[in-house]
């Protein structure tokens, strides 16, 4: 396995404007997870994938905010119209298929920073 | 929901030490990861441990679903033991999600 890999690892970018963060997550693991996690707090989910399709959205995410997956392999997350409230870094990870360890991977991380 | 409570939410120790910190959660679970995040945000995987008792090197964890708490210790801490020690929990009936305590921060001084 090589890991479950994030880009960009860092992203500053002035209120208002739109950014994309790309996950890629381990090969043959068919669910991918988002969560945001703010400077002294837990990770907290925003939403999962089953392959292609997007399974679960927490209330956290916002109608700016939108996640896809769309051959099932590799996630988008883009949060249009930024907020200085959506500084955080935000994490993905995936999990094996239904039937095994539920053990997820955590990627390293996109730490965004909107001045 | 299901509620994760972690003790200490800090603790400093000198090198050498030993430590146990707490994850208490407040329903029954189906899984339960143990991280450590590192100074650079990357969380590592520690335990998969749901219930029972796992162990590796000087690290080793509990978890008595039962009575709905888990164990983590630590030996002979050393200093890159620092950072933040988080347990999740999963539950199917809950969705995909791990739902996180708020993490103990260890701090291990020369």
């Known amino acids: 396995d090589t890991g479950v890999s994030q880009n960009p690892r860092h992203k500053i970018t002035k209120r208002g404007q739109n950014v994309t963060f790309r996950c890629d997550p381990i090969s043959e693991h068919n669910r991918l997870y988002w969560y945001r996690q703010t400077l002294g707090q837990g990770p907290e989910f925003l939403t999962y994938?089953?392959?292609?399709?997007?399974?679960?959205k927490s209330r956290l995410l916002s109608d700016r905010f939108s996640a896809e997956r769309p051959k099932g392999s590799f996630s988008t997350l883009e949060i249009q119209r930024t907020e200085q409230g959506d500084s955080a870094m935000y994490l993905c990870?995936?999990?094996?298929?239904?039937?095994?360890?539920?053990?997820?991977?955590f990627g390293p991380g996109t730490r965004l920073t909107v001045l | 929901g299901i509620q994760v409570e972690q003790s200490p939410p800090d603790l400093i120790l000198q090198e050498g030490a030993n430590s146990t910190l707490r994850c208490n959660f407040s329903?029954?679970?189906?899984?339960l990861q143990w991280f450590h995040q590192n100074p650079w945000g990357q969380l590592i995987n520690l335990f998969y441990?749901?219930?029972g008792t796992k162990q590796n090197g000087r690290l080793s964890a509990t978890t008595v679903a039962t009575e709905r708490y888990s164990l983590l210790y630590i030996s002979s801490s050393q200093t890159t033991d620092s950072g933040v020690y988080f347990c999740a929990v999963f539950v199917y009936n809950q969705g995909g999600k791990l739902i996180f305590g708020q993490g103990t921060e260890l701090s291990v001084k020369p």
């Open positions: 329903d029954s679970v189906n899984n």
């Open positions: 441990i749901p219930s």
């Open positions: 990870a995936s999990s094996r298929p239904s039937g095994g360890p539920d053990t997820q991977y």
């Open positions: 994938f089953q392959n292609e399709a997007q399974l679960e």
